[in-house]
């Protein structure tokens, strides 16, 4: 789907700076300048987030099915664990994708992975939880 989006995207950019007149340029002068972003706020922020919902969306149609409960889900939401950093981020992600998913005791499963795990151990989820 971003393939797509991007693809779309370019062609927009094409057409338009094949369709203005020779000498002139297809994009409008800026009228303000942007707010600068420090790249330490990018890797809190937007990068962090879309980690951990990226960890949700690569789980795979058949693992997604087999996760009936937390207890079943064993390690196959290890990478979850690992990449989202705080518990509010895990349970919105986790509902979102498995939305019958119970998850009164998602802290209690995590803190558990993060005890049979060495990788995950050292997480911030992990370390967040005191885990």
Do not use: Y
């Not at 995207?9 to 942007?34: I, Q």
């Not at 969306?57 to 705080?86: F, H, Y």
Request: proline share 5%.
């Amino acid at each position: 789907m971003r393939k797509l989006l991007a693809a779309g995207a370019l062609l927009a950019l094409v057409l338009a700076a094949c369709s203005s007149p020779p000498g002139t340029s297809a994009t409008a002068a800026p009228t303000a300048s942007l707010p600068m972003v420090t790249p330490s706020e990018a890797a809190s922020s937007s990068a962090t987030a879309v980690s951990c919902s990226q960890a949700f969306t690569d789980l795979s149609a058949t693992a997604i099915a087999n996760i009936a409960s937390l207890t079943g889900a064993g390690d196959q939401l290890d990478n979850t664990i690992r990449v989202c950093n705080t518990l509010n981020d895990w349970k919105a992600q986790a509902q979102s994708v498995l939305p019958n998913l119970d998850l009164s005791a998602a802290e209690t499963f995590i803190k558990e992975r993060c005890q049979a795990s060495s990788t995950l151990s050292g997480s911030q989820l992990c370390t967040s939880l005191g885990a």
